[in-house]
């Protein structure tokens, strides 16, 4: 467990939640701080930009290696124009964090090279991002563990062999807490691509935290990764899908984020810790547990048999372990039928 401000992450703590803009904001600056706000109003704990600029993650050429050819929303697009097109304006991070400050979340980044790590220390980001794609990228990874500040990685794509050069890599150069995140790098995935069971692996396997980057089309893969000790959630967030955008097909709207993060909460509680103490509820019903009762009107001296004596609701009478004992024993005095049975009642 780690704290970001006065937040903490980890096991036994609130999911932290992350709406992810990415270039949800389509190029206006306004629609951003928009779309920070609507997080805000879903109950998030931060939300999460990506800092980079088509030269920085790119070159600009037209060749068959630079032209998507998957992800129906970017095929046909050159690197180039597509990082053109989903980038966000480093002059609008300040911002950006400013005001995600103002509405009380934790603003941090996806740096993509080195340049973009140095202009996000300068805003005193308190956490990096590295994105799946990023994982394999050691010299990257070099310059944000000199940051020592803590990571949340996606392992889309990655082997064993990757996440653990990784995270090795990470920790040499001073990165102090890593959270590895379970990820499909489809856009959208499918659910029954996810293999949620590997959150509980990531932490088992690699000695971190470990959460969810869920890039599926509804909010039931997310809610599930809770009950496997997921400790961070992380899903892209749009004003609405029908605006379009380089992400907009596999985010959520603002409603469904809202539905999310209390779907989130809802199931946390109903996880709580390992008890077998009865709830309050539980100690209101115990009386409706069967125990001994007389049903069948008996004499004093008389022996306690099947017939007049049976194992019924409510709880009110001795338990019912007690049944075998008590049969073949005498009446210590008369009883009627519907007596809840009492050892007093047993001659000795």
């Known amino acids: 467990m780690f704290k970001i401000g006065k937040r903490k992450i980890g096991n036994g703590e609130p999911v932290f939640m992350v709406a992810e803009i990415s270039g949800n904001h389509n190029g206006d600056i306004k629609r951003a701080l928009k779309i920070i706000d609507a997080a805000a109003d879903a109950g998030v704990d931060a939300v999460k930009l990506q800092t980079y600029t088509p030269d920085t993650i790119t070159l600009d050429s037209d060749r068959p290696e630079f032209i998507v050819r ?21 002059e609008w991070h300040r911002k950006l964090f400013t005001h995600a400050k103002k509405r009380g979340l934790i603003c941090f980044s996806t740096p993509f090279d080195n340049s973009s790590v140095d202009f996000l220390e300068k805003l005193e980001t308190s956490i990096y991002k590295v994105a799946s794609f990023e994982v394999v990228d050691i010299p990257l990874l070099e310059r944000v563990g000199k940051t020592k500040k803590p990571v949340i990685m996606s392992r889309g794509m990655a082997s064993i062999d990757e996440i653990t050069l990784a995270i090795k890599t990470l920790k040499k150069f001073g990165t102090p807490e890593i959270i590895l995140l379970q990820c499909v790098s489809a856009y959208p995935a499918n659910p029954e691509e996810m293999n949620l069971a590997t959150i509980p692996d990531l932490r088992k396997r690699f000695k971190v935290l470990a959460g969810l980057s869920d890039h599926t089309l509804s909010h039931d893969v997310a809610v599930a990764s809770v009950a496997l000790g997921a400790c961070v959630i992380e899903k892209h967030i749009t004003l609405a899908r029908a605006d379009g955008g380089p992400d907009a097909a596999f985010s959520l709207e603002p409603k469904e984020f809202a539905e999310l993060v209390g779907s989130v909460r809802l199931v946390e509680k109903a996880i709580g810790a390992p008890s077998y103490k009865r709830s309050k509820s539980e100690r209101e019903n115990i009386v409706f547990r069967k125990s001994l009762f007389v049903v069948k009107d008996i004499r004093k001296g008389e022996r306690f048999t099947p017939e007049n004596v049976r194992s019924i609701r409510p709880g009110n009478g001795l338990a019912p372990k007690w049944y075998r004992t008590v049969l073949g024993k005498r009446a210590a005095s008369d009883l009627k039928r519907a007596t809840p049975l009492s050892i007093h009642h047993v001659s000795r």
């Open 70 to 90: 998957t992800n129906p929303a970017w095929r046909g697009k050159t690197l180039f124009q597509l990082y053109g097109e989903a980038s966000t304006p480093w």
